[in-house]
């Protein structure tokens, strides 16, 4: 099978989407080693790209900016003129006649949620489900998800499958934070949240819960690893002087090493997120063996629902409680076991999706 990628992001861009792209194909290529593989790559990253990969490997490059117009128009003719029998594209999904169109779409909680996005991302991201009909088979990483997709487009096929934890994350050894107010952090003398810094994540009211139950020092602090994005939450003054006082630190981000660290040192992590297509922090903190504190909502209880220790994420009480029980898990009774969360691998992801694109396959050549 000849494989062509959508690989805007493989050289740089946001870590999550780096991440999934690159353990995505890294896994295909490696679990199909028989299967042709290229990627299409912007012009400026493609000697980089090329650096980097084996000569198995096809880079083709193109100008095409931003990535919605990679994936959704250049990725077909690059196709085309290959001759892929599939082309996978990230969010945007190109009309491939000559083979299949596979999509992989995050989320589509614009749609139900508009009200936690910026005018200028809910344009943007509008474009999404309009082409995703065009797809013959979208992929995504939770069955909630999937469920969402179904329900809010005219998608035809629909296929969660999951995701992998990060190769880059699982197999670096973790350092020490060296720099900064985190080279003073214990093993388990802080809170930790991770996640990129918009009004979804929900960080006022975790932060009020800290506060206000008392339950993060400037010897204990609130550790919040993230940039920013999107629409951003609003912070009282209380939260500016706390983060004077070192009581909530802002890390900003931090390099997988040391992400690794904060993770495996972490009192617990907490992750009261108003909405998720799949959240990958509380995923990746259960394997490492942190206790997990999220919102009671459905995808969590899909993916962490043996683990996690469940929150309304509406209330600062009940956030509250849940991180002092997840705290108190970690010598007591109360532990959790983490296994469950190693059927996320991506060996299983880039299986299923093979899977339903040789159905697909197999679909057109009979009705040819």
Known sequence: MKVLFDAFWFVAGPPSQRHVLRDMISAWSITFPHDEIALLVRS???????????????????????????????????????????????????????????LFLHDVLFLENPEWFTAVERGYFGIMPRLAPRADVVFT??????????????????????IGLSAELTEVPPVRPE???????????YVLAVGRLNIRKNLARVIAACLDGDLVDVDNPLVIVGSGDGKADDFTSDVSRAVEAGIVVFAGFVQDRELRWLYENSACLVFASLGEGFGMPPVEA??????????????????????????????????????????????GSGRKDAAGVTRYDWTSSVTRMRSAIENRIQARNESS
């Open 44 to 102: 400026k990253h493609e000697a980089a790209a090329r650096a980097e990969l084996s000569d198995e490997v096809r880079v083709f490059a193109t100008k095409a900016y931003p990535q919605a117009l990679l994936a959704s128009r250049s990725l077909a003719r690059v196709g085309t003129t290959w001759g892929a029998d599939v082309v996978v594209a990230h969010n945007y999904a190109p009309r491939y006649r000559r083979g299949v169109s596979a």
């Open 141 to 162: 990483s939770s069955s909630t998800e999937a469920d969402r997709i179904r329900r809010l487009t005219r998608s035809r096929e629909v296929v969660p499958v999951g």
């Open 179 to 189: 720099t900064g107010p985190l080279r003073a952090l214990t093993a388990h003398g």
């Open 286 to 331: 259960a394997h490492f063996g942190t206790p997990v504190v999220v919102s009671d909502l459905p995808v969590f209880r899909e993916t962490v629902g043996d683990v996690a220790f469940f929150v309304d994420p509406h209330s600062e009480s009940s956030i509250a409680a849940g991180i002092i029980e997840a705290i108190s898990s970690r010598e």
